[in-house]
């Protein structure tokens, strides 16, 4: 139980559907991620979300649309992907602010796009 | 700016053979620094941290020690397994609190 917990496992979609991918954290942090972790390729951090405001978006595309109701839920909304957006997704979170504290990761989202 | 560079894998080795991963990082300031390992199909677990310069983060035999002086925190363990198999990320948090983590490295422990 890492305390991060990501829905679904895997996902398989078409270019033209829209799904969501969920996370939620039950350890009380105020910081949460998506990454995008593809074969071959360095760990790509997506969004950052401090106390439910975003904070960082690293140049994403905008068929990926994050979410966060709240500091425990995160979402990433995905529509008209490409087969490149295959990849693991990974949400994480972690207490912002303090530089001693890791972060938690889920187990991650595989998505293929078809 | 905040970088992290970790030796290129993939690492092969055979089971109770000494590991060493390299890791060294570029940073104002003192960072905490963190090891974290990726077993197939998972996400990333924390393995091991260090917060200040000479400190050693230990965890299920594998050890890292933050040096300062080199701005290095070299994994190593004595005997690996053949259940270490995995993908090791070095990673550091600077005093901008980013998370900043090296490329990754592949081990593979034939029996």
């Known amino acids: 139980e890492t305390g991060v917990t990501q829905t679904p496992r895997h996902l398989v979609m078409g270019m033209t559907n829209k799904k969501s991918l969920k996370c939620e954290q039950h350890?009380?942090?105020?910081?949460m991620y998506w990454y995008k972790q593809s074969a071959k390729k360095p760990l790509e951090l997506m969004f950052v979300?401090?106390?439910?405001?975003?904070?960082e978006n690293n140049s994403v595309p905008s068929r990926f649309s994050p979410e966060c109701p709240n500091s425990s839920h995160l979402f990433l909304h995905l529509h008209t992907l490409q087969p490149e957006d295959s990849a693991l997704y990974l949400c994480?979170?972690?207490?912002?602010?303090?530089?001693?504290?890791?972060?938690?990761f889920g187990q991650g989202t595989r998505l293929t796009v078809v | 700016g905040d970088s992290v560079t970790q030796m290129e894998g993939p690492v092969t080795l055979s089971e109770e053979a000494f590991l060493t991963i390299n890791c060294t990082y570029t940073?104002?300031?003192?960072?905490?620094l963190f090891w974290y390992v990726q077993y197939p199909g998972e996400g990333l677990q924390l393995l091991l941290k260090?917060?200040?310069?000479?400190d050693k983060g230990s965890n299920k035999g594998f050890e890292a020690t933050y040096r300062k002086e080199t701005t290095s925190f070299h994994l190593e363990k004595g005997s690996v397994q053949v259940s270490d198999s995995a993908v090791y990320f070095c990673a550091m948090r600077g005093s901008n609190y980013k998370l900043t983590f090296g490329k990754g490295t592949l081990l593979t422990v034939n029996p």
């Open positions: 940073a104002t300031g003192y960072p905490s």
């Open positions: 979300y401090n106390f439910k405001e975003q904070t």
């Open positions: 350890l009380g942090h105020n910081a």
């Open positions: 260090a917060t200040k310069a000479d």
């Open positions: 994480a979170s972690s207490q912002e602010r303090q530089m001693n504290t890791e972060a938690f």
